[in-house]
């Protein structure tokens, strides 16, 4: 089975446990667990909504949208636009089903699509990835294709490699759960911003990731780390 087909089908099965991480109501367990393992996840959550700001009349296009989290915080903090897009069926299901609950399925579009497979027909204000580079198996193409369809910034998540809690998850992954899973050095992170044409950039480490933002147009601010 190719890598991509592999990555559908492990988020199909796992989208309910997937979700759970941003479930306000769970266990003591549970919250351990976070602290400890997915600080990044909550890092990376705080940057995107902090980072697109101000809201009124902006557009996004959340690539790989999952449960629609990112989306809809943002619909709720006042943008005009969002569209999510996710291969995984039951990822798009459980994003729509939330965005009724929430009251935004007016602001927040989810469909169901492959990024490198779909045509993004108008470009969005700010276009991010959050957790999605773990499983791209060539990552080159996915962030030059995120550049083309942007306006203002891309963000995307890159999670780090090397050490302990890297080698399990790898190991849980691919052995267990039979889902590829990549890591990045900085240094990768750098070359892939500089293969996709990217010439404004900064890379951030939270905790268990790196934050690639790169600025287009006026959006440019810094150049590099
Ligand atoms: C770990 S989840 C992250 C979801 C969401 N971004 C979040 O952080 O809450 C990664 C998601 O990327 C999706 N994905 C991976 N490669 C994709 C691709 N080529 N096109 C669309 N979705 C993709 C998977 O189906 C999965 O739902």
């Known amino acids: 089975m190719e890598t991509s087909k592999k990555v559908e089908t ?6 309910r446990e997937f979700d759970s991480f941003y479930n306000e109501k769970k266990g003591i367990f549970s919250k351990i667990i976070d602290g400890l393992f997915r600080r990044s996840m909550q890092m990376r959550f705080e940057k995107v909504i902090a980072d697109t ?3 009124e009349n902006k557009t ?12 809809i915080a943002l619909a709720l903090k006042g943008i005009k636009k ?6 995984a ?9 939330l965005a009724q609950q929430f009251n935004v399925s007016h602001i927040c579009q989810f469909v169901k699509a ?11 204000d700010h276009v991010f990835a959050m957790g999605v580079m773990d499983y791209i198996e060539d990552p080159v193409p996915f962030v030059k294709k995120m550049v083309e369809v942007a306006d203002k910034s891309v963000m995307i998540s890159f999670p780090v ?24 050095s900085r240094n990768d992170v750098e070359q892939i911003a500089q293969q996709a044409g990217a010439q404004h950039f ?24």
Do not use: W
Not at 10 to 15: A, I, K, L, P, V
Not at 89 to 97: F, L, P, V, Y
């Open 114 to 124: 492959d990024f490198m497979q779909m045509t993004v027909k108008e470009p969005f």
């Open 10 to 15: 492990h988020f199909n099965r796992e989208f």
């Open 82 to 87: 969002a569209l999510g897009i996710d291969f």
């Open 161 to 184: 490699s090397g050490g302990i809690i890297q080698r399990l998850r790898k190991f849980k992954f691919e052995k267990i759960q039979k889902c590829p899973v990549f890591f990045y």
């Open 60 to 71: 996004v296009l959340d690539v790989g949208c999952g449960t629609g989290r990112f989306s």
């Open 202 to 225: 900064t890379i951030d480490q939270l905790a268990k990731d790196y934050f690639l933002t790169i600025f287009l147009a006026t959006e440019a601010t810094e150049c590099t780390e």
């Open 53 to 55: 700001a101000p809201y």
């Open 89 to 97: 069926e039951n990822m798009i299901d459980e994003a729509n089903h």
